[in-house]
């Protein structure tokens, strides 16, 4: 259920090498980073379980529709295996829904949003064939995954496609909160501190 991401926009390589790493050892079944990175995860996780995810409009949603498409090729052409999107947030909240639609493949920055709008963003992500909506990126000023956004998210979609919780998850009682709330994916950067939370819980 792991998504461990490695997103900030100063990291190095050898950053991204020990997010590999972690990947690797801890067994954590994805791995999300810039799209400047994709190739070198993809390459270096050949052959291990772990699916290289990339970020597309990351971290505010504002590239136009033909940019993110590009994007989304250019990062699978590269080996991502999932594209995590953001939609247009500016155009959701001027009731622009046919942007939005044309717009979107999986994910919505819930904080900047409020719970109308969460939900239309959700219907419209299952219309147009999402395979997951995500909480937030973890970038946005008023903040990343809370417990009452993934409910929402889950009672919005219910079973029909997947409920990421992403931004701020660092422990093992996060992870499980957003667990117990409907998540069936945790994006973080903290995977090795709640796994070894996890091994060392009785």
């Not at 970020?55 to 999932?82: M, N, Q, S, W, Y």
């Not at 903040?143 to 919780?165: E, N």
């Not at 945790?186 to 996890?198: C, F, K, R, W, Y």
Request: net charge negative.
């Amino acid at each position: 259920m792991l998504d461990h991401s490695m997103l900030k926009p100063e990291s190095t390589q050898r950053d991204i090498e020990a997010g590999i790493d972690v990947v690797r050892a801890l067994g954590v079944g994805f791995y999300c980073v810039q799209p400047c990175w994709v190739k070198l995860a993809a390459r270096e996780l050949a052959g291990d379980a772990a699916a290289v995810v990339s970020v597309v409009g990351f971290p505010h949603g504002c590239d136009v529709g033909a940019i993110k498409a590009r994007a989304a090729e250019l990062a699978a052409t590269a080996g991502a295996r999932e594209i995590d999107m953001v939609i247009d947030i500016g155009a959701l909240r001027s009731g622009r829904q046919d942007v939005v639609a044309a717009d979107i493949d999986a994910v919505l920055e819930t904080s900047a949003l409020d719970d109308t709008q969460k939900r239309l963003a959700c219907r419209i992500a299952v219309e147009s064939g999402a395979a997951f909506v995500k909480t937030s990126t973890g970038f946005h000023p008023s903040g990343g995954a809370t417990v009452p956004d993934v409910r929402l998210l889950r009672l919005t979609v219910g079973d029909r496609i997947g409920v990421k919780a992403s931004g701020g998850i660092r422990t093992l009682a996060d992870a499980m909160a957003m667990i117990d709330a409907g998540a069936n994916r945790i994006g973080t950067s903290a995977s090795a501190a709640i796994l070894a939370a996890m091994a060392s819980d009785p």
